[in-house]
């Protein structure tokens, strides 16, 4: 596709569940990047893949939270036994760019509702 | 807490008005970005400032970059109702670990017609 797509774009779950965020980057793009947005909140970052690697996960608030990448191409977020406090927009974008961080595409993102 | 605040944190202006809002950080940047967020979507790019910039054009926008004072404004020139959204500044902080950009909490602007 042109953009980057992300599924699903609304999820409501319930607590306690696992849930699974998915991101298709532009083609050619090797960086991605996940981000956590808040109700009005600016975006929080969670982790970043230069290639199928993750240099930095820095920004992963616990480990119920986990991100892989294949193929240089999808990613998948995941969270473990979710809890309330993890209702949030999830938004991936991706950058051509290695050497610093360029223009970032984003997606639409993943409303995550946790009940 | 966040490598980049805007200020103020809501804007409501008329058709035909300029906007501006401002950016302070904490940290040396390599480049300073301006992003536009509509209610529901995701961010679109506005505009890239480099370190060794000062001030930067695009279309209606004007970005300027002062590193000794650690801030940044973006002005919206005869704005429009569609400039309506959330703007965020983005701050480059590459390191060998990796690439990310820090975004601060955002401005509001409502362009009233």
């Known amino acids: 596709g042109a953009g980057v797509s992300q599924s699903p774009s609304n999820k409501v779950t319930e607590k306690g569940k696992d849930v699974e965020l998915r991101c298709d980057p532009i083609?050619?793009?090797?960086?991605l990047y996940w981000y956590r947005q808040r109700l009005g909140q600016g975006l929080e970052f969670l982790i970043y893949f230069q290639g199928n690697s993750a240099p930095d996960k820095s920004g992963l608030p616990s480990d119920r939270f986990s991100a892989e990448r294949t193929g240089e191409s999808v990613s998948t977020l995941t969270i473990q036994r979710t809890q309330q406090e993890d209702s949030a927009v999830y938004l991936c974008?991706?950058?051509?760019?290695?050497?610093?961080?360029?223009?970032?595409?984003f997606g639409e993102g993943s409303r995550l509702t946790v009940l | 807490s966040q490598q980049g605040e805007e200020d103020p944190q809501a804007l409501s202006i008329q058709e035909g008005e300029n906007a501006t809002m401002n950016c302070s950080y904490k940290t040396s940047i390599n480049n300073l970005q301006w992003y536009r967020q509509n209610s529901g979507r995701g961010l679109v790019h506005l505009i890239l400032?480099?370190?060794?910039?000062r001030e930067k054009h695009s279309g209606r926008l004007r970005v300027t970059l002062d590193t000794s004072k650690k801030s940044s404004s973006l002005l919206i020139t005869a704005s429009r109702a569609a400039d309506t959204a959330s703007y965020f500044c983005?701050?480059?902080?590459?390191?060998?670990?990796?690439?990310?950009?820090?975004f601060g909490g955002g401005t509001r602007v409502l362009v009233k017609p």
């Open positions: 974008a991706s950058s051509p760019r290695t050497s610093y961080t360029g223009e970032l595409f």
């Open positions: 083609s050619g793009h090797t960086a």
């Open positions: 983005a701050t480059d902080v590459s390191k060998a670990a990796g690439n990310k950009l820090t």
């Open positions: 400032i480099r370190s060794n910039e």
